[in-house]
């Protein structure tokens, strides 16, 4: 089954280059365009793709409103926003990740980039560009308010592992090559993890692979 993307952007060169990208995916087929965040609205409820590759600054509403509007919508439920975005300002990460955002990609990234970025997006990780995972990690350690239930967590040996190499950029696939384990004990531990942590998504994962010291590097990716 292929993975359904709807592209949203204001302008028809950065649609169509995008297109001609994931299309090049064998697993990758772009449903349909938006050049507004309304019409990313109207388009995601007619549409209902895997994948939603969201545009931040447009007329018409912008990406972050739509983002939100979208992932409240319980008929959209397995739907994921991935945003693609010229600027990496803080607040557009920010504001996207409270509406509801799985990942913030650059459009400086490469076509190879692209195309795992919306693969594991649609696989339900979270993803982030090097420079802006690094930033929100030290946002969120640079917090004054304790962590106590995450922090006093405990953890297998397997989770801290498994953990360890979700702090430094590591997919899934690569951690099943890294443990020689199956995908399905990959995602039990992950689960374990974002329940025992008290983790919303991927990211703060990395987050808590720095607050108890698994790793101490920017992560891989």
Known sequence: MSVHVLVVDDQPLIRHSLRLIIDSAPDLVVAGEADTGEAAVARAGQLHPDVVLMDIR?????????????????????????????????EY???????????????????GQLIDAIRRTHSGESLFAPSILTRLVKHYL????????????????RETEVLTLVGRGLSN?????????????????????????????????????????LVSTPPLR
């Open 58 to 90: 447009m007329p018409g509403g912008d990406g972050i409103d739509a983002t939100r509007r979208i992932t409240a919508d319980p008929a959209l439920s397995s739907t994921r926003i991935l945003v693609l975005s010229m600027f990496e300002l803080d």
């Open 93 to 111: 990460v920010h504001a996207a990740l409270r509406a509801g955002a799985s990942g913030f990609l650059l459009k400086d990234a490469e076509p």
């Open 142 to 157: 640079d917090q004054s308010a304790p962590r106590t239930a995450r922090t006093q967590s405990v953890l297998t040996d």
């Open 173 to 213: 696939q690569e951690i099943v090559r890294a443990l020689s384990i199956s995908m399905g004990t990959v995602k039990t531990h992950i689960g374990s993890l974002l329940s025992k942590l008290h983790a919303r998504d991927r990211a703060q994962l990395v987050i808590a692979a720095y607050e108890r010291g």
